[in-house]
C-alpha cells in the first residue's frame, strides 16, 4: 500500500470516527434532553390530571353537601322520610332523581343507616334496596382519597366518582351518595392532550387504550353486586409515536451529516495527501535516477520546512558520493596496475625459472667438467630457446593488454613432460609423471603452459623445501581430458579450500596470491574446470578438466 493511500485511508478514519462519536454524543444529549422534557411535560400532566380530579371529588362533595342542608330545611321530606303513606313515600322517591339534574350528576342516592335505599335518581327501582356497603365505604374512605363507585341503571351498569355526605331527622341518619359517571368522555376531558391518555385500570385490566404509562393514581373501588372493596387505579399514559418519531428524525439528520462529511474528509484527504506525498515523490524520482555514473542530479530547493532538509541532505549526500566515486575510481585505477603488475611479474618468474634452472646447471659443468660444458649446452639449448619463446609470447600479449587466445589442436601429454622435465632433479623432490599419449585438447598452448607450469610450481611450493612427491597425471575421461597435479604437502582445511582461487590469498610467506587465480581463469577461458581436493596431512590434488577435441569450440578469441 502507498503512503499517499495509508495517510488518505488515516485522514478519512479520523474524520469517519470523529463524526460518529460527535454523532452519537449529540445524539445521546439530545435523546436525553427530548426524553427528559417529554416526561417532564407528561408528568405534568398527570398532576394536573390527578388535581382535576381531586377538584372534580371535591365539586361532588360540596354539591352533596348543599343538598344534605336542603334535605333538612325540606319540611315535605323530613315529614315524607319518617311516613310510610304512599303519596308521601312517592315525594321521597323522586327527590333525588330531582336533585341528581339540577346539580347534574350521573349518580345519586339517599340511604338511611342500614343501608336500604329511600331515593334513587340512577335508578329508580332500586328503591328500598339494602346496600350498606356503598355509604360505609364512601365514609371509610375519608375526603382525601378518590373513590369509584360501580352502580346501576336500567340500560346497565357504569362507574362513578363518587363522595358521601350526611344528615339527620329526628334522630335518623341518612346518606346521600353521589357522584359522576366516569366514562370515555370525562376520561378524554382530563387529557386536554391528543397523546396523553387516561383510563381507569382494575384489577390489571385497563378500561380504554394506553400507551406507556406515566403514572397510576390509587383509588378506592366499591363493586356492590359483588359486595367487595378494593384498589384501583387511574392511569395517565402517552404516545410515544412523537418521541420515536423525532429520535428517527435526529438519526437520519446525523447520518447525511456523517456522509456529507465523508464525502468532504474523502476531497480533504485527497488534496491533503496530495500535497503531502508530491514532493516526497519528486525526491523519491531525483533519488531514483542516482547512481555512480550519474551523480548530477540537482536536489536543490527553496523550502524551508522537513522536506527541504530532506532535500539538503540529499544535496549533501550526493556531493560526497561525487567524491567517493572520483577516490574509488582512482584507487581501483591503482589496484588495477598494481594486479597487472604482480602478474607480469607472476609470470615472468614462471618463464625464467626454466632458464636460471639450466644456467645454473651450465655454471657447475663449467667448474667441475669444462670440457663436458659445450655437450650439456647442445642438449639444454632447447630448454633456454623454449623459456624465451614463453618470454616473448608474454610480452606480446600484454603489450596488448588483453591476451589472445588461439584456439588449436594441442598435445597436453607434450605440455606436461616438458614441465615436469624442467622442473625434475630439484634437491628432495621427486617428479612423476603419468600420462596418456592420446590426450589432444582444443585451446592454446601458451595458456596450457601457464596451467600447468603454475599448478607444479605451487605444488613444489607446498612441500616447503622438504622432501616429497609431485605427480603430473593426464588421462582421458567421459566427455574429455582430465589433468591432476598432486603433492604430498601438508594439505589444506575447508576454509582453506573455500578461499585457495581467490585474488592474492597465499599461504606462503612470500606468496604473491595469484597463481591459482591465473589458474582458473586460464581454464574458464579454455571452457574447461578446475577444483581441489585436499585434506590435513593428506596432500593436495589439482584436477582440470577439458573438453574433448570434437566437442572443443574452435573460434578464436582476438
Same mark, same amino acid.
Given at each position: 500500500m502507498k503512503f499517499r493511500t495509508r495517510i488518505q485511508l488515516a485522514l478519512m478514519?479520523?474524520?469517519?470516527?470523529?463524526?460518529?462519536?460527535?454523532?452519537?454524543?449529540?445524539?445521546?444529549?439530545?435523546?436525553?434532553?427530548?426524553?427528559?422534557?417529554?416526561?417532564?411535560?407528561?408528568?405534568?400532566?398527570?398532576?394536573?390530571?390527578?388535581?382535576?380530579?381531586?377538584?372534580?371529588?371535591?365539586?361532588?362533595?360540596?354539591?352533596?353537601?348543599a343538598l344534605c342542608t336542603r334535605i333538612i330545611d325540606d319540611n315535605r321530606f323530613r315529614s315524607a322520610?319518617?311516613?310510610?303513606?304512599?303519596?308521601?313515600?312517592?315525594?321521597?322517591?323522586d327527590y333525588a332523581g330531582t336533585a341528581m339534574q339540577l346539580m347534574q350528576l350521573s349518580m345519586l342516592q339517599v340511604q338511611d343507616a342500614e343501608g336500604r335505599i329511600v331515593s334513587s335518581g340512577h335508578f329508580r327501582n332500586a328503591f328500598d334496596r339494602v346496600e350498606p356497603l356503598v355509604p360505609r365505604a364512601l365514609?371509610?374512605?375519608?375526603?382525601?382519597?378518590?373513590?369509584?363507585?360501580?352502580?346501576? =341503571?336500567? /340500560? @346497565? !351498569?357504569?362507574?362513578?366518582? +363518587?363522595?358521601?355526605?350526611?344528615?339527620?331527622?329526628?334522630g335518623h341518619t341518612f346518606y346521600v351518595s353521589g357522584g359522576i359517571e366516569l366514562d370515555d368522555a370525562f376520561l378524554r376531558s382530563l387529557s386536554r392532550e391528543p397523546t396523553v391518555r387516561v383510563a381507569f385500570e382494575n384489577r390489571? =385490566?385497563? /378500561? @380504554? !387504550?394506553?400507551?406507556?404509562? +406515566?403514572?397510576?393514581?390509587?383509588v378506592l373501588f366499591i363493586d356492590p353486586d359483588a359486595d367487595e372493596v378494593h384498589a384501583a387505579s387511574i392511569v395517565v399514559s402517552h404516545n410515544t409515536s412523537e418521541l420515536s418519531a423525532l429520535r428517527r428524525s435526529v438519526t437520519v439528520w446525523i447520518a447525511v451529516v456523517l456522509g456529507f462529511a465523508l464525502l468532504l474528509s474523502t476531497l480533504a484527504s485527497s488534496i491533503i495527501a496530495a500535497r503531502i506525498t508530491r514532493p516526497l515523490t519528486a525526491l523519491s524520482e531525483k533519488t531514483r535516477r542516482v547512481d555512480l555514473d550519474h551523480l548530477d542530479i540537482n536536489f536543490d530547493t527553496a523550502r524551508t520546512d522537513e522536506f527541504g532538509s530532506l532535500s539538503r541532505l540529499l544535496a549533501a549526500m550526493t556531493q560526497?558520493?561525487?567524491?567517493?566515486?572520483?577516490?574509488?575510481?582512482?584507487?581501483?585505477?591503482?589496484?588495477?596496475?598494481?594486479?597487472?603488475?604482480?602478474?607480469?611479474?607472476?609470470?615472468?618468474?614462471?618463464?625464467?625459472?626454466?632458464?636460471?634452472?639450466?644456467?645454473r646447471h651450465l655454471g657447475e659443468v663449467a667448474s667441475e667438467r669444462p670440457d663436458k660444458l659445450a655437450g650439456v649446452f647442445h642438449e639444454r639449448e632447447s630448454t633456454v630457446a623454449s623459456g624465451v619463446d614463453y618470454l616473448e609470447a608474454l610480452a606480446s600479449n600484454y603489450a596488448r593488454l588483453s591476451p589472445q587466445v588461439r584456439r588449436v589442436r594441442c598435445d597436453v601429454s607434450a605440455i606436461a613432460r616438458r614441465v615436469a622435465g624442467d622442473r625434475g632433479g630439484r634437491e628432495g623432490v621427486e617428479m612423476i609423471t603419468r600420462i596418456d599419449p592420446g590426450a589432444y585438447v582444443v585451446g592454446d598452448a601458451l595458456s596450457l603452459r601457464r596451467v600447468l607450469e603454475n599448478l607444479a610450481d605451487n605444488a613444489i611450493d607446498s612441500l616447503g623445501g622438504g622432501v616429497g612427491r609431485v605427480t603430473i597425471s593426464i588421462g582421458r575421461v567421459v566427455g574429455g581430458v582430465e589433468v591432476a597435479v598432486e603433492d604430498t604437502g601438508p594439505g589444506m582445511?575447508?576454509?582453506?579450500?573455500?578461499?585457495?582461487?581467490?585474488?592474492?590469498?597465499?599461504?606462503?610467506?612470500h606468496g604473491t596470491g595469484l597463481g591459482l587465480s591465473v589458474v582458473r581463469r586460464l581454464v574458464m577461458d579454455l571452457d574447461g574446470t578446475v577444483r581441489v581436493e585436499s585434506e590435513p596431512g593428506r596432500g593436495t590434488r589439482f584436477v582440470v578438466e577439458f573438453p574433448a577435441q570434437d566437442t572443443a569450440s574452435t573460434r578464436e578469441q582476438d
Open positions: 478514519a479520523l474524520t469517519t470516527f470523529s463524526v460518529l462519536a460527535l454523532g452519537w454524543l449529540v445524539r445521546a444529549e439530545m435523546t436525553r434532553r427530548i426524553t427528559a422534557q417529554y416526561e417532564r411535560r407528561v408528568s405534568a400532566f398527570a398532576g394536573s390530571v390527578e388535581h382535576d380530579l381531586h377538584a372534580r371529588s371535591a365539586a361532588i362533595a360540596t354539591a352533596l353537601s322520610a319518617l311516613n310510610t303513606e304512599p303519596g308521601a313515600r312517592r315525594y321521597v322517591l365514609a371509610s374512605a375519608g375526603a382525601g382519597k378518590l373513590a369509584v363507585v360501580k352502580s346501576r =341503571r336500567p /340500560e @346497565g !351498569s357504569f362507574l362513578a366518582l +363518587a363522595r358521601v355526605d350526611s344528615f339527620r331527622i329526628a390489571g =385490566r385497563v /378500561e @380504554g !387504550s394506553h400507551h406507556n404509562i +406515566a403514572s397510576r393514581l390509587r560526497r558520493l561525487r567524491s567517493g566515486a572520483v577516490q574509488l575510481k582512482e584507487a581501483e585505477r591503482r589496484a588495477t596496475l598494481g594486479d597487472l603488475a604482480r602478474q607480469v611479474n607472476h609470470d615472468i618468474k614462471n618463464g625464467l625459472i626454466p632458464v636460471r634452472n639450466v644456467f582445511n575447508a576454509e582453506e579450500q573455500a578461499r585457495i582461487f581467490d585474488d592474492f590469498y597465499t599461504t606462503k610467506e
